[in-house]
């Protein structure tokens, strides 16, 4: 489970390398919505960066309280400087590392029970190792939807590479 889990969180196999994807953007790029697209990259990536910090807080035990609505996890940005994207892609790059560190753990991490926020996470398998899947699952559905964008503006592929079948 720890290599795929790995493996799927670094872009190996099916998936797109997450840091590729957003590293080589520029603000103007990243904060850019092409037409019929509800968000930018910069948004998108601010919701992953919501999202994998309020789960590996709450893998680790402790954990934000849940948002209200959804949109407290959706930042609006319609321009940033460089140095604030770079500190977006940087927290991004931090959290990866994060949730390596989570993958690597023993197998009785893995096992562990996460405190229930939500009333979903009480219908919900809220194990570790569940909470890791999840999390990559929801990292790669966003990325995809970055990869669109990039397209869309004629960004793609980044300069770390990916495909573009």
Known sequence: MERAALELGDGRGAHAAPIACVEDLTAELACRKPVGFVHSVAELLSHINYWMDYDLNRM???????????????????????????????????????????????????????????????????????????????????IGQIVDVRRAMGAWPPAGGGDTW
């Open 60 to 142: 680790r035990g402790t954990p934000h309280p849940y948002p209200e609505h959804a949109v407290e996890s959706w930042p609006e940005f319609a321009k940033l400087s460089e140095a604030e994207w770079k500190k977006i892609v940087a927290g991004f790059k931090c959290l990866l590392g994060q949730l390596e560190n989570v993958c690597r753990s023993d197998i009785a991490a893995w096992t562990k029970q996460a405190p229930a926020m939500h009333p979903s996470h009480e219908r919900n398998i809220s194990t570790v190792g569940a909470m890791i899947f999840q999390l990559i699952a929801h990292n790669s559905y966003h």
